[in-house]
C-alpha cells in the first residue's frame, strides 16, 4: 500500500473515533480522586510530541537550522490531569508550530462540567497567566491555584497589587478584593483600591460574559495572593480563591502535588 493511500485511508477516520478511543484508554485509569481535603487537584500542561518527518506537514514541521541537519515534525500536545490519579481528563492537540497553550486550557475548562465544580481546584504554571484565566474559573465556579510571575515583573497580574503586598517578608498569604468594571470613570479612577478597571481592548471574554451573566458593569471578586519560600533564596508566587479554611502550608502541598507533576512530564 502506497503512503497515498494510507494517506487518504487516515483522512477518512472520523475525529470521533479518536475522542471515543481517548475515552476508552482513559476510563481503564483510576476515576477523579478527592485525596487532597476532599478535593481533586487538576492541573494543565503542554508538550511537544515528535513523530515521523514530512516537511510536507507544514504547521507541524520544524525546519533544520544548520545545513546537514535534519527537520522534524511535531504536534502540541495540551493536556488536563488528575494531579493525583494520573489520569488525563482532556487533551487538546495544535500544531506544532503555532501553539496557543491559553486557548487549549480555555478550550479544557469549556469542556469541564463536573456535577458539583467546587470539589476541584484547577492548577497552572505562569505561562497561562491572565486575568481572563481567573475570569473563567469564576464563570465554571471552580477553585484555582496559579502560580504567577514575581510583582517586580510588569508582566506579572500582581504588578498592580504591588504596594498591598508585604515583599519584604519571606512568606506572606495578603487577600486582595476589587470590583472590577469596564467604566472608566473619575470616582473609579480615584479609588484604584475599590476598583480595578479592564480594558475593553484586552482579551478577556470571560469578563463580559460574567458582566452580561448579572448585568451590571461592575463584578466583585477577591483572591488571595500567596508568597511561600521554596529553597534558600528561592520564593514562589501562587494566585488563589481558596478559602482560609485552607491555610498556607495547605496551598503548599497543593503547589508540590500540582508541580511535582510538572516536573515529572517535562
Request: charged share 20%.
Amino acid at each position: 500500500m502506497t503512503w497515498f493511500l494510507i494517506l487518504f485511508h487516515l483522512s477518512q477516520i472520523s475525529l470521533s473515533a479518536f475522542e471515543y478511543l481517548f475515552s476508552e484508554f482513559s476510563s481503564s485509569f483510576p476515576a477523579t480522586t478527592n485525596k487532597f481535603k476532599d478535593h481533586c487537584v487538576l492541573t494543565c500542561d503542554g508538550c511537544h510530541v515528535v513523530y515521523t518527518t514530512n516537511s510536507e506537514i507544514i504547521e507541524d514541521y520544524n525546519k533544520p537550522h544548520l545545513i546537514d541537519y535534519k527537520g522534524y515534525n511535531h504536534m502540541h500536545l495540551n493536556g488536563f490531569v488528575d494531579v493525583i490519579s494520573k489520569a488525563f481528563l482532556d487533551i487538546v492537540i495544535q500544531p506544532g508550530q503555532k501553539p496557543d497553550e491559553r486557548q487549549a486550557f480555555h478550550m479544557m475548562l469549556d469542556h469541564f462540567s463536573p456535577g458539583n465544580p467546587q470539589k476541584y481546584i484547577v492548577t497552572a504554571d505562569r505561562g497561562y497567566e491572565s486575568y481572563d484565566l481567573l475570569f473563567h474559573c469564576e464563570l465554571k465556579n471552580l477553585n484555582y491555584v496559579f502560580r504567577v510571575k514575581a510583582p517586580s515583573s510588569s508582566k506579572s497580574l500582581l504588578s498592580y497589587y504591588a504596594t498591598e503586598l508585604p515583599d519584604d517578608l519571606e512568606e506572606f498569604d495578603v487577600t486582595i478584593k476589587r470590583y472590577f468594571t469596564d467604566k472608566a470613570t473619575n470616582v473609579m479612577k480615584d479609588q484604584s483600591d475599590v476598583y480595578r478597571y479592564i480594558n475593553p481592548s484586552k482579551n478577556t471574554p470571560h469578563f463580559y460574559e460574567l458582566l452580561n451573566r448579572d448585568k451590571r458593569h461592575l463584578y466583585f471578586m477577591q483572591f488571595r495572593v500567596v508568597k511561600i519560600k521554596t529553597a534558600e533564596n528561592t520564593y514562589e508566587y501562587l494566585i488563589t480563591n481558596l478559602p482560609h479554611s485552607f491555610t498556607m502550608e495547605d496551598i503548599k502541598e497543593c503547589y508540590h502535588w500540582s508541580w511535582g507533576i510538572m516536573q515529572i512530564s517535562a
